[in-house]
């Protein structure tokens, strides 16, 4: 590129953005980064202007999670990039590819404490794959290669892209580059075959064996063929939170949910088999529970892209770091179809026995879990749903027929509220026209409601339930359940009340926020749904509006979400009601 061909580095790093395939980008601008937003108006992407640079972030997630390519975020120096880092932490821990660029100051004024300075490489190293601090603008297209290179190969996750405004400002020829080498970074893993022929003779020589499906299954792409070995070898498959959808719950061979909350028979399938063959997991505390009791009679298989998560939380028999898919395609040949029929009937017995249930409180009032069976109904188990987090969360993983990868949306790891509206929201964006719901708690939904407005704008057909229990619902299960009813800041409504048998209509309704009035001060369509009768013809309703629609449902505020397995017990010491 000659001299006269030169531009500023802002309009490099959007040409790299360009070349790199990027179609949305969310953010917030500010002032350290408008020589980046001054280019927006020309690039061949759209971007996106959030109502928070958290909310931003969220987008970015929710983008990446529906999509499998990495979401973009922009946003300014200071507490423009600070407001991210809950947003990085959420997608690093989950294992998610998202690419957030920040702006800084200039290059002469690092170390001084200028107007929003702040060392955004330093604070974001911990919730983040890896931290670029770009010295000259020259560097910027190769840079934005290898964000993306880095936060796709291995396990997935974000990477941050700090820009000082002197950078953006000057000028380069520099070029986007062809490919990516990078001397310190050699992700790619493969099995041996000595692996591979033990693996197969694993699965030939077992009786009751278990897939156990991770959020790496969907990552790879590896959903059917998970799907071909279960049906080949007759091996039934339990999923963590993050593989929900990697397995077809309505197949006889789904177990479902394990861990605290899952369901009987993927818990006991799992303490009962002589063979786990663990795919994409990282063996959270959620999962194992009382760790020294986990799966101790099982030979325990683990296959996961990213080294550190073999043998840091559970001890493998069998270790191998490789790509998900490609065990499992090399595998399948070598394993021969097997007829289990003794295990499975057990395991249908315990279905039997102990099934995904629970018992109406009061007639006249909604439960929470009928809210997800509405939903699951009302979309035919279609739908791309998101969650918030707390108890809502943990009733749409058991409630809702998950039978597709990459259309179930939860923050996992971190447990972030107020990451459902907006990641609901990038997810509307990664698949224009497809029904989007947001299940979010009352608590959760207050976090990040200014979003609304952004999906409104746009016109996104994204439907948000709100199960309104005038509390926090987790924390308060939680103290009820072990802090002897001490319901210290848990409790959202103004009188403090824990029952609702009283509502009887809107006169009776005392819980605030009224998120009706909020979501038409939006422009979003609200509805309250107190009257059982009435939830599924609402949900339904607003879903079929295929516009921006919140809906607050009024549900019975002292349902605990059930099975549950308490914190450093074991699975023999699960609790059903």
């Not at 509206?421 to 997810?427: C, N, R, Y």
């Amino acid at each position: 590129m000659s001299k006269n061909q030169q531009r500023s580095g802002a309009k490099a790093l959007v040409e790299s953005l360009e070349k790199a395939g990027v179609e949305v980008v969310f953010g917030y601008p500010g002032g350290q980064i408008l020589d980046v937003f001054n280019c927006l108006p020309d690039a061949r992407f759209q971007f996106v202007l959030g109502r928070h640079e958290q909310g931003s972030a969220h987008m970015a997630d929710g983008y990446a999670r529906t999509t499998g390519k990495p979401g973009v975020c922009i946003v300014t120096s200071g507490p423009g990039a600070t407001n991210t880092i809950t947003g990085l932490a959420t997608a690093n821990i989950d294992g998610i590819p998202m690419i957030v660029i920040t702006g800084q100051v200039p290059l002469s004024l690092i170390g001084t404490d200028a107007f929003q300075e702040a060392d955004t490489t330093g604070i974001a190293r911990g919730v983040s794959k890896h931290c670029f601090l770009v010295q000259s603008a020259d560097e910027i297209p190769e840079i934005v290669a290898e964000a993306f290179y880095i936060a796709t190969h291995g396990k997935p996750g974000p990477v941050v892209i700090d820009i000082p405004k002197s950078c953006q400002q000057a000028m380069t020829s520099a070029q986007y580059p062809e490919r990516v080498s990078l001397r310190a970074y050699h992700p790619e893993s493969t099995a041996t075959t000595q692996q591979l022929n033990r693996l197969a003779k694993l699965i030939n020589e077992a009786r009751r064996p278990v897939l156990y499906a991770g959020g790496g299954v969907i990552a790879s792409g590896a959903a059917a063929d998970v799907a071909a070995l279960a049906h080949k070898a007759q091996i039934p498959v339990a999923t963590t939170l993050m593989g929900l959808g990697s397995f077809d719950e309505r197949d006889p061979l789904a177990l479902g949910l394990a861990g605290m909350h899952g369901s009987a028979a993927a818990n006991w399938s799992i303490r009962e088999a002589d063979l786990i063959i663990a795919l994409g997991v990282r063996f959270s505390d959620r999962v194992t529970a009382k760790i020294s009791e986990y799966a101790k009679n099982s030979t325990l298989v683990h296959v996961d892209c990213d080294p550190a998560s073999i043998n840091k939380n559970v001890r493998a028999d069998l270790g191998i770091v490789a790509d998900v898919k490609d065990v499992l395609t090399t595998v399948s040949s070598r394993v021969r179809p097997a007829d289990h029929t003794p295990w499975l009937d057990r395991i249908a017995e315990w279905k039997r026995l102990k099934p995904m249930s629970y018992k109406q409180m009061h007639e006249a009032v909604i439960m929470p879990q009928s809210v997800i069976e509405a939903i699951d109904r009302a979309t035919k188990g279609s739908a791309i749903v998101v969650t918030d987090v707390g108890q809502h969360q943990m009733w749409a993983a058991q409630y809702f027929r998950h039978n597709q990868p990459r259309h179930f949306l939860s923050s996992g790891g971190m447990g972030t509220m107020g990451f459902g509206i907006p990641a609901a929201i990038g997810a509307a964006f990664a698949k224009p026209g497809d029904p989007v719901v947001a299940v979010c708690g009352d608590g959760g939904a207050q976090m990040t409601f200014e979003e609304v407005v952004v999906a409104v704008e746009h016109k996104l057909p994204v439907t948000i339930v709100v199960v309104n229990n005038g509390c926090l619902g987790m924390v308060r299960q939680w103290q009820e359940l072990f802090y002897s009813k001490r319901y210290a800041g848990s409790i959202l409504t103004p009188k403090g009340r824990l029952a609702n048998e009283h509502i009887e209509d809107d006169l009776d309704y005392d819980y605030l926020p009224d998120f009706v009035k909020l979501a038409e001060a939006h422009g979003a369509k609200g509805f309250r749904v107190i009257d059982p009768a009435k939830l599924e013809a609402t949900v339904k309703k607003a879903i079929g509006l295929k516009r921006t629609c919140v809906v607050e449902v009024i549900v019975e505020p002292r349902a605990n979400v059930y099975p549950m397995i308490p914190g450093g017990k074991s699975v023999t010491e699960m609790v059903f009601e």
